[in-house]
Each structure stands twice: as structure tokens, then as C-alpha cells.
């Protein structure tokens, strides 16, 4: 009787980590899939799967906002800086590359409701983006001027330097935009030189490959024009600039260092190290423990009732009143 009630004993707990394992994922449904005119205050806060191409890149102090658009409406794919090399293909992500991705709504920016994935992996590239060459208008460096402001600009030349910079926002209807620290490329060709202006998200996926002196580049961009910082061609993403020949003398640039801290007032200069380490994954690793244990625990209840079976078969005796 004692051997039953263990037997039952474990096979009740090895039934209820089954079971309760089995209601947890059952109740872990999935990314309900919806257009992109659907991504609004309805679904705020909910986990969303939709799909659409990428119309327009921008950049914030931790990442990227690209603009989705599909045939019912536009919504942000807002990326962290973390989470960019976590996407399978990161290459293929530019202006004109449809892709489809789950995440969280959360709430607008501007007056377009964006939707924040988990993880890089959670972003799936449906179709790659066009190359380079082909994301924007071909101009020579010295034909760009203030009536070109906000044009997709394709620009090819030879790296002579680089400074720090910032770069303001490009929306009309907002006059108060904070500038974003960047690093601004100097690009020259035979008919004049402008200023490729990288914000640091970009700058740190770039910064060992594009700041070589005598390097030939092609870029696209779009062209900004302000009175207080000249033209700039702005390049959101680090897969927007493509080497076309290594640089034929000089030396690469020392370890890219920031100076651009800004206030509300004045912009004050301070010192920091470019390079920002990637945020540990602690959900995962979570995930992965949890799951080991189970799986563990599961496994020492079976050959607990493994042995417990075996030692009551070698230790059974006969019945003392005889047998027939």
C-alpha cells in the first residue's frame, strides 16, 4: 500500500508540471495579425503582428524610427539600438524594403502610433531594399543647394575627414526639435564637398569601416538645409553608406569620441566614449533557466519513481503464511 501511494504520489506531481506547463503556453496566443490603419488607441498596448515597407528613415538618441506604410494606412517600426544586429538580414533593411514584424503598441509618435518589437528576431525582411544606387537621385556634391532641402539625394566621392556635429529634425510643422548629437563625414568630388551627417545610432555601426581618409564612398541620404548648420546629407542607417576602393593613403581616424551634450540654453561640449555596449537579454536568460528547471525536476521525479520501483521489486519478500 505504501509503494502505491508513492507510485501515485509521483505520477500526480509529474501530471500537474505536465499540465501546468501545457496551460501556460496555452495561454500564450499569438500576434493577432492587422493592417497598419489598425495600429491606433483600439490596440494600444497589445502585441500586434503587421506588415508594410519601409517610406521614410529617422534616428533618436537609442535607435531608429522607420515609417511603414501599407495600402491602408502608416505606422512607426521603432527599433533599439541593441536590437538592430538581432534581426536576421540587417543589410537589407533601407527606404523600399517590405517587412513584417510583431511587437507592442505603444503610444504615437507625431501622430503615427508606433510598435516596438521584443528582440531583433521579432523583424522579418519579406523583400530586401534596392541597392544604394538606386534609393535615391544621383547629384554631384557641388549642384546641392537649400532648394534641394528634403530631397533623396545618391552622392558618390572620397572621404577627406570628419568632425562632430548635430543634426536637427526635418518636420516643418515642429520648430522646437532637440538636436541629435552626430558624426559629419567630409565627401568631396570633382565638383565640391558637402557634410555626410551620421547620427550616433548609425556612427557606432559605422565608425571602424567609413572614417578612413582617401576612402571612396557612396551614400544616399536625404538633403537637409538649415541656416544654422549649412547642408547636410542625412543617413539614418549604417547600410545607407557602401565602400566602392579602401583609402589610398592616410591612416585610419583614432577611436570616434563624442563631444555634443546640449541643453535647453547653449550647446555645451563634453567628452564621451562612442561605443555603447548591448543591453543584456535578462527576459531570455530568465526564459532559460526556468525551462531548465523544469525540465530538470521533471527528470529526477522519473527516476525517482524508476528507482523506487526497482528497490520495492529486489526487496519484496514471501508471504510468511505460505503461498498455494
Request: aromatic share 6%.
Amino acid at each position: 500500500m505504501k509503494r502505491l501511494t508513492t507510485l501515485s504520489m509521483c505520477t500526480a506531481l509529474a501530471a500537474t508540471l505536465l499540465l501546468g506547463t501545457g496551460s501556460a503556453e496555452a495561454k500564450k496566443l499569438p500576434p493577432v495579425r492587422i493592417t497598419l490603419a489598425q495600429v491606433g488607441q483600439n490596440n494600444l498596448g497589445k502585441y500586434v503582428t503587421v506588415r508594410g515597407t519601409i517610406i521614410r528613415e529617422d534616428t533618436f538618441s537609442e535607435g531608429w524610427r522607420l515609417w511603414i506604410q501599407d495600402e491602408t494606412g502608416v505606422a512607426i517600426l521603432h527599433i533599439q539600438e541593441p536590437d538592430y544586429l538581432g534581426i536576421f538580414n540587417p543589410k537589407a533593411i533601407a527606404n523600399g524594403a517590405v517587412v513584417q514584424f510583431t511587437g507592442k503598441v505603444i503610444n504615437p509618435f507625431r501622430e503615427w502610433y508606433q510598435v516596438v518589437p521584443k528582440r531583433g528576431s521579432d523583424i522579418r525582411v519579406i523583400a530586401p531594399a534596392p541597392p544604394v544606387a538606386q534609393r535615391g537621385t544621383p547629384r554631384e556634391l557641388g549642384s546641392l543647394g537649400p532648394p534641394d532641402h528634403k530631397a533623396l539625394v545618391v552622392v558618390n566621392g572620397t572621404v577627406t575627414g570628419k568632425e562632430d556635429c548635430f543634426v536637427f529634425g526635418i518636420d516643418p510643422r515642429v520648430t522646437n526639435d532637440p538636436p541629435d548629437p552626430a558624426i559629419c563625414i567630409l565627401v568631396q568630388d570633382a565638383t565640391g564637398v558637402q557634410k555626410l551627417a551620421l547620427p550616433l545610432p548609425a556612427a557606432r555601426k559605422t565608425a571602424p569601416k567609413f572614417f578612413t581618409v582617401g576612402q571612396k564612398i557612396l551614400a544616399v541620404g536625404m538633403l537637409r538645409a538649415k541656416s544654422n548648420v549649412g547642408l547636410q546629407i542625412y543617413t539614418a542607417l549604417p547600410v545607407n553608406v557602401a565602400v566602392t576602393a579602401p583609402g589610398t593613403h592616410g591612416s585610419p581616424s583614432p577611436p570616434l569620441r563624442c563631444g555634443l551634450m546640449f541643453s535647453s540654453s547653449r550647446v555645451n561640449f563634453k567628452t564621451v566614449d562612442l561605443p555603447v555596449p548591448a543591453k543584456p537579454n535578462r527576459r531570455k536568460t530568465c526564459c532559460v533557466f526556468v525551462r531548465v528547471w523544469n525540465h530538470s525536476l521533471m527528470a529526477a521525479i522519473a527516476w525517482f519513481c524508476v528507482f523506487d520501483g526497482v528497490m520495492s521489486l529486489m526487496q519484496r519478500s514471501p508471504d510468511p503464511r505460505g503461498s498455494p
